[in-house]
């Protein structure tokens, strides 16, 4: 004996309103207009919203669903098309369309379905106003929460030869719907830190596999973002709640007490994925960042961790970035650590005597608010290391305060990817302690693959290692990670100081050329460019190079070099004072 086949499923009956009226009216036209409207408007929304057509009956419809949201999406979409379509015909000659839905166990035979489930979207149809939606109780309760359409309850129908009664609720075009009232929620505190949320990504496939990815990749993404201690992200459950439903991101702001809201889209065809993500500030509705990602269903979980890479690693920086400029259009003096740490990012930016000096004034200011604030302590270590290469006045003093705030923000937060990267780089930039910086910038990276200050920190390490080739390799991640970093000018230059390291005399100049394109005033690749230069047998234009160099920097000696290379490899030093050399810097 054969077990019958059963299976959970949304299903849709539908129907035109009229029909026999209409046909009596104009039989060809009803025809030839019901012909278009199933191949422009139904067929469509039900292929893209990963239905199928069981059978059809003259003027019926009979469709079934794995997801009654989708079922319910569908429905909405044709019946919003046909209200557009026939909006200039007389009401007694237009085509409209009822539908019902209900979520219930089918019996399958073949191709057709039975049961009492089919039976009462049957009966959900025949109640349904034209033009209008007519649902179970059951799919109210599963969609209730996840489209923005509200239905109005229609009370309880005694359905024709239906044994129970039926709780019903109904939806047509035109009609508002004003919800129950409930008590407003209690306003969300922003948290001081940038704030964000990911909402579920649109599937826009009709592919319900498809589904699955879509949430995949969010859930990756917030996994990736969550890592940063410096952000605060919404949890997973919190941010699924907005699931298919059209959401408006200020609302979103404000229910989830976030400043940002990451969003985006699936899209399948022809074996092919397409992911699209924005970023989106709340507060103005302005996109900070958009972009695409194309590839193989193939490769379906390398595409998904290339995503949630890149998206991950284009985002932190526009948060960062974002943050920045909301401090600056701030109050001067603003009474936050948070917002003083801020203004000294703004500050280190400027790369000058001047710049450093105003970064340290704001990370004192931050570390007055709050002295165990772990980031401000390694941000100002790392300021010691910046300022090493031209600007320390008193070098043992900021040395020995470069390693004191260096280990107290490693001993505040032994997790924080970017405090150890920080600490780390400062730790082997100025005291030449290269042992405890690599495990520290080693550890940032197993914390937080996605951080590029770390894969930054890693290519200068590398550097001061002798390691030019996997410099360059954690360089490139860096850039990848941050293509429009304020900082670019410094990773370019550890590539222009990885090839000097390597004997790529020409490969340095480019990368040096660069630096300088970024950050016109920096002495930096105007050394190691004339050291090039000359070490490539090209003095004139080595000598080119050193004008400018000693513009910028008169004081500068090839004895000043121990102190600024203290870092490096001696063979590295030795190599760069010979090319500076021959290019006429004097001893």
Not at 414 to 439: F, H, M, P, R
Not at 468 to 491: C, F, G, T, V
């Amino acid at each position: 004996m054969t077990m019958e086949q059963r299976r959970l499923a949304a299903i849709v009956s539908a129907d035109v309103a009229g029909y026999s009226r209409l046909m009596g009216w104009d039989e060809s036209g009803t025809l030839a207009a019901l012909k278009a409207i199933r191949q422009e408007v139904v067929d469509p929304a039900i292929a893209s919203h990963g239905g199928r057509i069981v059978k059809t009956t003259g003027d019926g419809l009979l469709l079934e669903f794995p997801s009654v949201v989708n079922a319910v999406r569908c429905a909405l979409e044709v019946q919003a098309a046909m209200a557009a379509r026939t909006a200039g015909i007389a009401e007694n000659r237009r085509i409209a369309f009822r539908i019902g839905i209900n979520l219930g166990d089918i019996i399958v035979d073949g191709d057709d379905i039975f049961g009492d489930g089919v039976n009462v979207a049957a009966r959900l149809q025949e109640i349904a106003p034209p033009g209008g939606i007519c649902i179970s109780s059951r799919v109210h309760d599963d969609v209730r929460d996840r489209l923005a359409t509200q239905f109005e309850e229609g009370g309880v129908q005694t359905l024709k030869n239906i044994a129970r009664p039926i709780q019903v609720w109904r939806w047509q075009p035109g009609k508002a719907v004003v919800p129950k009232s409930a008590p407003a929620p209690m306003a969300l505190t922003l948290p001081e830190k940038p704030s964000i949320a990911v909402l579920p990504f649109q599937n826009m496939s009709g592919d319900p596999e498809q589904e699955y990815f879509a949430d995949g990749v969010v859930e990756d993404i917030i996994t990736a973002l969550s890592r940063f201690k410096s952000l605060f992200v919404i949890a997973r459950n919190s941010s699924f709640t907005y699931k298919g439903r059209a959401v408006d991101v200020k609302q979103v702001g404000r229910e989830l007490g976030v400043r940002y809201v990451l969003e985006g889209s699936v899209r399948k065809a022809s074996g092919r994925v397409r992911i699209t993500g924005q970023l989106i500030d709340c507060g103005t509705g302005a996109h900070l960042w958009a972009d695409r990602f194309d590839g193989s269903l193939q490769d379906i979980f390398d595409l998904q961790d290339q995503v949630t890479t890149s998206v991950v690693g284009a985002i932190a920086p526009r948060l960062d970035q974002a943050e920045i400029e909301r401090a600056k259009r701030g109050p001067t003096q603003n009474g936050g650590a948070y917002d003083c740490y801020l203004r000294a990012m703004t500050a280190l930016y400027g790369l000058t005597g001047k710049a450093t000096d105003d970064t340290l004034h704001w990370l004192d200011q931050a570390l007055e608010i709050d002295p165990d604030y772990a980031l401000a302590h390694a941000l100002k270590a790392f300021c010691y290391s910046w300022m090493m290469n031209s600007w320390m006045a008193d070098r043992e003093q900021e040395s020995t305060s470069t390693e004191r705030h260096a280990r107290r923000a490693v001993e505040l937060a032994k997790d924080d990817a970017a405090v150890l990267a920080y600490a780390g780089y400062s730790l082997a930039g100025v005291l030449g302690d290269l042992e405890d910086g690599t495990n520290l910038i080693d550890r940032a990276l197993e914390l937080n693959p996605n951080l590029a200050i770390a894969w930054a920190a890693s290519a200068w390490l590398r550097v001061f290692l002798g390691q030019p080739d996997k410099a360059i390799e954690h360089a490139d991640r860096y850039m990848r990670l941050s293509p429009l970093d304020p900082n670019m000018q410094s990773l370019c230059n550890s590539k222009a100081a990885a090839h000097i390291s390597a004997g790529r005399y020409s490969e340095t100049v480019v990368w040096a050329r660069r630096a300088m394109q970024a950050k016109a005033d920096w002495t930096p690749p105007y050394r190691l460019a004339a050291a090039a230069e000359a070490l490539a047998g090209r003095v004139e234009e080595s000598r080119k190079y050193l004008r400018r160099l000693q513009e910028l920097d008169p004081g500068l000696r090839i004895s000043s070099l121990d102190a600024i290379y203290r870092a490096y490899r001696p063979e590295y030093v030795a190599r760069v004072k010979e090319g500076l050399r021959k290019a006429g810097l004097p001893e």
